[in-house]
C-alpha cells in the first residue's frame, strides 16, 4: 500500500489491484514456489510417532487431552492412545503399546524434537535422554528426529490427527479413560482393515508384508513403571499425580514405597504389607478409599484427637504442653509439621538447653521454630562446648 501512494505521488495512473497482480506475475515479494516432494519406506524401516492436543469428554467433562499416534510408513498401520497428559511415562506407555499392536519394531522411531525424548539438540544432532534411549534398545528401535521446521518429514503421523479429530472424536463421550482408548483400539483395527483411495490398498494387506521385516519383541517385555517416595498423612492417604489412595490407618506416618503402572498403583510398606489401588487419571484431588480402609462405625480418628508427635513431646517434656498449645494456635506452619520440627529439636539437643530455650520463648511469644533452634544452639555453645577454659584448667 506505501508503494502504491508513493507511485501515485510520481505521477502513475494504475489502481491498487493492478499493482498487487503485476507483482504477482513478476515475483516480486512472493515466495518462490517449490513443488512438493515423496519420501519412500521400505518396509520395517521407520514408524512416527507424534502428539496433539484434542478435547474430549470423559465421565461428563470436557479434558483437554493428548492425542499420541505412531504409524507404520510403509503399511500406514495406524494406532493412537489419548491420556490427560503425555510425560515421559505416558510415552513409554504408550511405545510399548504401539510396538505390541504391530507385532514387532521398526529399526527407527521418528518424533519431532519433543523434550520428553530429546536431551540436547534437533535433527541429525538430536541426543535422546539416557532413560529414553535405554528403553528404545530394549525394545530393537532408535529414535531419530526431523530437522526443526520440516514437518514434512513426518507427514505420515502428521496427517491421521485430522481424521482422528474429525471421525473418531467427532460426536463421541467416553465413561472414562479405559473404555476411550478400548473404543480407539477397535476404531484402528477397523480402519487398518479399510481400503484407501491414496494408497490403492488396504493397510493390514500391506502390513502383511512389512510384518516380515519388522525386529521381533523381547521374550518378555518389563512393565513400565515409575517409584514414588511418600509418608502417609494423618488422614490415612498418599497422593500421586494429585489424587489421594487410601492405606491401613496403622500406616499413618509411616514412609511407603510406591509403584505406578499403567492400570495400578501398588504402595508398599514392606514384602508382607501391600495395597494395591486401580490408576485414576481424573479429577484430580479426588480420594480413593478400599472398602477394607474404612474403619468401622465410631472407631475412627476423631478430629479432637492429639498428633503422635504431640503425645511424644508431652510425655518426654510434660512442662512444654502449654507452649505446644499455643504453638498450634500461633504457628504459621501445618500443624503435623510443626510438631515434628519441635519433636525432632527435643530428640537432637540435650533436655536442659532444650527447656531453657522454650521457656524463654513462651515468654516472649516467639513461635518461630527456626529461631527456637538457634537459642537452643546458643545455650549449647555456651554450657556444652568450653574447650578453651578446659585446656587453661
Known sequence: MRVHEELEVSGAALSYQALTGFCRRQGIGQTPVVPAGQYHFDPGVEMQHDTSPHEVEVGGRKYKAQTASAVLCYSRMLFFQINPTFQRFDCKVFLTDAVRYMNGAPERVMIDNTHVVVLRGT???????????????RLGFRFVAHERGDANRSARVERPFSFIENNFLAGRTFAGWVELNRQARQWCDKVNSTYKKHLRAVPRELFAIERQHLKPLPAWIPEVYRLHQRTVDVEGYVSVQSIRYSVPISWIGRRVEIRETRDKIDIELDARHIVTHERALTPLHQRIMLAEHRPPRGEGVKRGDSHPEEQALV??????????????????????LVLRQLLRLLREYPLEPFLAAVAEAARYGLYDLDRLERMILRRVARDYFLIGEKEND
Do not use: N, S
Open 123 to 137: 535433527g541429525r544432532e538430536m541426543i535422546p535422554v539416557p532413560e529414553m534411549e535405554a528403553f528404545a534398545d
Open 315 to 336: 510425655e518426654a517434656a510434660p512442662e512444654i504442653a502449654p507452649y505446644i498449645a499455643a504453638l498450634k494456635q500461633k504457628g504459621r506452619k501445618v500443624t503435623t
